[in-house]
């Protein structure tokens, strides 16, 4: 289990951007469709944008046509910390770094869709990442 880095709130302020810091440390949400990975096929290592932590790989990531990074599985399963979420009336399962405890996003428990658009295993997890969150370090 890697060790908890705890930043101060003052260095997180000065490392990300404004939104950045909302979003991971407000538990604020990006708007949909307009992330930077949102669309992206590149290939490689999805990091915390706080801390560096390996969080998704590339080939988990599929288009879930909600807006937002989507992904099948955590790459190391070690570096996230899954939360009960119960905020805005609705009742969720929040994903945060564990390393940094920066919130990342939603994991759902609904019925993700293959790299090719056709269905997966029923029951599959998809990840609702937002794209602030993350720092895609390229293969």
């Not at 669309?39 to 801390?51: F, I, N």
């Not at 190391?76 to 939360?83: A, G, H, S, T, V």
């Not at 009742?91 to 869709?113: A, I, N, Q, T, Y």
């Amino acid at each position: 289990m890697p060790d908890r880095t705890t930043p101060t709130e003052e260095e997180l302020k000065q490392k990300l951007t404004p939104e950045q810091y909302h979003v991971m440390r407000e538990q604020g949400t990006e708007a949909p469709f307009t992330g930077k990975y949102v669309d992206s096929h590149e290939e490689g290592m999805y990091r915390c944008a706080a801390c560096g932590a390996e969080l998704f790989s590339s080939n988990t990531k599929f288009d879930s046509g909600t807006g937002w990074p989507s992904f099948t599985e955590a790459a190391n399963r070690e570096n996230i910390e899954l939360r009960e979420d119960t905020s805005h009336g609705m009742h969720r399962v929040e994903v945060r770094c564990k390393r940094c405890g920066s919130h990342l996003g939603h994991v759902f428990d609904d019925l993700p869709r293959d790299k090719a658009g056709g269905p997966a295993e029923k029951g599959g997890k998809r990840y609702c990442i937002n794209s602030v969150c993350l720092d895609l370090q390229k293969s």
